[in-house]
């Protein structure tokens, strides 16, 4: 599976970014998805995730309310929606891809996903 990220820039604190993911070169609906973000100096974090049928999702407390990870297999495509995003949030976000063989199984772990696409960048301002 190739993944394309994109979406990415800068806003004001409290402003909104819209995430895509765009997949190529398998069947997109046999992945579960997830999108992670890597602050400079720290850790890859998870921050969404969801099934491959989109009948479930998952987020850390961190983003709990905040953002929406959604998916429309028809056109391969993954979406993060974040609003009301903080300054803590700016760092670069990558999707991911997992082959998922149970259709509610969603994947926070990293170290499970097959595919990951580039990172987009995104900055937050004050």
């Known amino acids: 599976v190739q993944l394309q990220a994109s979406g990415g820039g800068l806003v004001q604190a409290g402003g909104s970014l819209r995430l895509s993911c765009a997949a190529s070169?398998?069947?997109?609906?046999?992945?579960?998805m997830g999108w992670f973000r890597q602050a400079p100096g720290k850790e890859r974090e998870f921050v969404a995730g969801?099934?491959?049928?989109?009948?479930?999702?998952d987020y850390p407390d961190s983003v709990k309310g905040r953002f929406t990870i959604s998916r429309d297999n028809a056109k391969n495509t993954v979406w993060l929606q974040m609003n009301g995003l903080k300054l803590e949030d700016a760092a670069v976000y990558s999707c991911?891809?997992?082959?998922?063989?149970?259709?509610?199984?969603?994947?926070?772990?990293?170290?499970?996903?097959?595919?990951w696409g580039q990172g987009t960048q995104v900055t937050v301002s004050s």
């Open positions: 991911a891809a997992k082959k998922a063989y149970f259709p509610n199984a969603v994947y926070t772990q990293a170290s499970v996903y097959e595919y």
């Open positions: 070169g398998r069947t997109f609906s046999d992945y579960a």
């Open positions: 969801i099934s491959k049928r989109g009948s479930s999702t």
